[in-house]
């Protein structure tokens, strides 16, 4: 895990520079606070963890971004607190813990709208620009669950046109059972404890992709761990077979062609001198709706407002060339929506269709409030990552986040989002103790092959 924390503190540092305006520090000193601040937030993690369920850990943790009012503390624990955030479904929430502006810069492309470009749905175009290709490399805001769903959805379209490998970050290889299985548990990664990570891989898997993990083993950050995930893919896919076709799910800057990387070279720029290869890079981090009193960029305002889009959308000029924000860096940028919150969660969730909402009520936590419901596949066992998570308290619709997951009594309800099939639903409360659990089976007509 602490590569991937120590890779927090070189983001954090870049939005806290361009959301504190009032910050007195110098840059040195206020890179040393991050590091004491790290250590903190580290200290502060591994004691969460000792706690008993999720609930109890997530709680343990807002409880402590709530006591400590320390500039550095909270922008770099925000991190933690936002990744808990879309662990237990709080995907609305999570950005007022942590969130990176998105400043206009001088390497920015020209505005899509400046003329020449048409607007396309992101997964039709992008599944024609992926014919033909080696590899498909695609970005996430990690604590953006958004911005896993266009990659989820294509997966069955990229499946269909020959690509037989996924490898997502911090997907431990460690995890050997993780193919048979047929779907993640906690042991499989990191991000995979958040559903909508978590469904991704599971789709994978059920379309008859090679699931890849190639995160470092090693410690190290920088260049060091660029190489060694780079090392990695190469070495556990086109070395083992020269004919594969991979789709990778990565993090942020990890996928760009051209630049400095943390000092060094990116994941793909290391890739691509491996194996020779040019991938497809997706930009999907960077034009997306920011909360208020953060910063969108101009040009991502000036395209939703314009054109109201209701699905991710991207840009072609008349050749069908794809308009890309850094286009030295990445070949195509994905624009997000405005997002549509349903009884306080975002529509999005519905995966283009896959899936519909399905209410669940308070009434079967038995008064025992913050409630944390969890809805797995029939078929899976008791320690799958659930297809969909749901905090219920009586305080669920508080705009503050040191109001969400208060000790309380009430009625409550809210929505999560399965595919159609069979589940087992499930309540606990924060001392892990099992409230209640039912079979329910959620109608409609199966999508595509990858729902179990």
Same mark, same amino acid.
């Given at each position: 895990?602490?590569?991937?924390?120590?890779?927090?503190?070189?983001?954090?540092?870049?939005?806290?520079?361009?959301?504190?305006?009032?910050?007195?520090?110098?840059?040195?000193?206020?890179?040393?606070?991050?590091?004491?601040?790290?250590?903190?937030?580290?200290?502060?993690?591994?004691?969460?963890?000792? %706690?008993?369920?999720?609930?109890?850990?997530?709680?343990?943790?807002?409880?402590?971004?709530?006591?400590?009012?320390?500039?550095?503390?909270?922008?770099?624990?925000?991190?933690?607190?936002?990744?808990?955030?879309?662990?237990?479904?709080?995907?609305?929430?999570?950005?007022?813990?942590?969130? !990176?502006?998105?400043?206009?810069?001088?390497?920015?492309?020209?505005?899509?709208?400046?003329?020449?470009?048409?607007?396309?749905?992101?997964?039709?175009?992008?599944?024609?620009?992926?014919? /033909? =290709?080696?590899?498909?490399?695609?970005?996430?805001?990690?604590?953006?669950?958004?911005?896993?769903?266009?990659?989820?959805?294509?997966?069955?379209?990229? =499946?269909?046109?020959?690509?037989?490998?996924?490898?997502?970050?911090?997907?431990?290889?460690?995890?050997?059972?993780?193919?048979?299985?047929?779907?993640?548990?906690?042991?499989?990664?990191?991000?995979?404890?958040?559903? !909508?990570? *978590?469904? &991704?891989?599971?789709?994978? !898997?059920?379309?008859?992709?090679?699931?890849?993990?190639?995160?470092?083993?090693?410690?190290?950050?920088?260049?060091?761990?660029?190489?060694?995930?780079?090392?990695?893919?190469?070495? @556990?896919?086109?070395?083992?077979?020269?004919?594969? @076709?991979?789709?990778?799910?990565?993090?942020?800057?990890?996928?760009?062609?051209?630049?400095?990387?943390?000092?060094?070279?990116?994941?793909?720029?290391?890739?691509?001198?491996?194996?020779?290869?040019?991938?497809?890079?997706?930009?999907?981090?960077? &034009?997306?709706?920011?909360?208020?009193?953060?910063?969108?960029? $101009?040009?991502?305002?000036?395209?939703?407002?314009?054109?109201? $889009?209701?699905?991710?959308?991207?840009?072609?000029?008349?050749?069908?060339?794809?308009?890309?924000?850094?286009?030295?860096?990445?070949?195509?940028?994905? !624009?997000?929506?405005?997002?549509?919150?349903?009884?306080?969660?975002?529509?999005?969730?519905?995966? /283009?269709?896959?899936?519909?909402?399905?209410?669940?009520?308070?009434?079967?936590?038995?008064?025992?409030?913050?409630?944390?419901?969890?809805? %797995?596949?029939?078929?899976?066992?008791?320690? *799958?990552? $659930?297809?969909?998570?749901?905090?219920?308290?009586?305080?669920?619709?508080?705009?503050?986040?040191?109001?969400?997951?208060?000790?309380?009594?009430?009625?409550?309800?809210?929505?999560?989002?399965?595919?159609?099939?069979?589940?087992?639903?499930?309540?606990?409360?924060?001392?892990?103790?099992?409230?209640? =659990?039912?079979?329910?089976?959620?109608? /409609?007509?199966?999508?595509?092959?990858?729902?179990?």
């Amino acid at each position: 895990m602490r590569f991937a924390l120590a890779l927090g503190i070189a983001l954090s540092a870049s939005a806290a520079f361009a959301a504190e305006k009032e910050q007195p520090l110098s840059p040195y000193e206020w890179q040393q606070a991050q590091k004491v601040a790290f250590e903190q937030s580290e200290k502060v993690y591994n004691e969460a963890l000792k %706690r008993n369920g999720l609930l109890a850990q997530f709680k343990a943790m807002r409880d402590a971004y709530r006591s400590d009012a320390n500039r550095a503390f909270r922008v770099v624990f925000g991190q933690y607190m936002s990744w808990y955030q879309t662990f237990v479904g709080d995907s609305a929430g999570v950005h007022v813990a942590y969130s !990176i502006r998105q400043l206009p810069a001088h390497d920015d492309n020209s505005s899509p709208l400046s003329g020449g470009y048409s607007a396309k749905n992101a997964v039709d175009a992008i599944a024609e620009l992926a014919k /033909g =290709r080696k590899a498909i490399f695609f970005n996430e805001a990690h604590n953006v669950p958004l911005t896993r769903t266009v990659t989820l959805q294509l997966l069955s379209r990229l =499946r269909a046109e020959g690509y037989n490998y996924f490898a997502a970050e911090t997907v431990y290889a460690s995890d050997t059972e993780l193919q048979s299985r047929g779907y993640p548990v906690a042991k499989s990664g990191f991000y995979t404890m958040e559903p !909508i990570s *978590a469904e &991704m891989v599971r789709t994978a !898997i059920r379309l008859g992709y090679k699931v890849i993990g190639y995160e470092t083993e090693d410690e190290g950050n920088g260049d060091v761990r660029e190489y060694d995930q780079a090392k990695n893919l190469y070495e @556990r896919v086109f070395k083992q077979d020269p004919n594969a @076709r991979v789709v990778v799910n990565a993090g942020y800057a990890h996928i760009q062609e051209n630049g400095k990387y943390l000092g060094g070279s990116s994941m793909a720029q290391h890739f691509r001198k491996l194996s020779g290869i040019d991938p497809l890079t997706i930009e999907q981090t960077m &034009m997306i709706e920011h909360p208020p009193g953060t910063e969108d960029h $101009p040009y991502y305002r000036a395209v939703v407002d314009s054109l109201k $889009p209701t699905t991710p959308i991207v840009f072609e000029d008349k050749n069908g060339k794809p308009w890309s924000l850094k286009a030295k860096a990445y070949d195509v940028s994905v !624009i997000f929506p405005l997002e549509q919150l349903r009884d306080d969660r975002p529509t999005w969730l519905e995966l /283009g269709g896959l899936r519909k909402s399905y209410s669940v009520n308070g009434s079967a936590c038995q008064a025992d409030f913050p409630c944390l419901i969890e809805a %797995r596949y029939a078929s899976e066992s008791d320690n *799958a990552i $659930p297809a969909d998570r749901v905090v219920l308290n009586p305080t669920e619709k508080a705009d503050r986040l040191e109001d969400r997951l208060v000790k309380g009594h009430g009625e409550a309800r809210a929505d999560i989002y399965l595919r159609p099939g069979k589940y087992r639903i499930s309540g606990t409360d924060e001392a892990n103790r099992v409230l209640f =659990r039912q079979d329910v089976t959620v109608a /409609g007509t199966v999508p595509n092959a990858s729902t179990p």
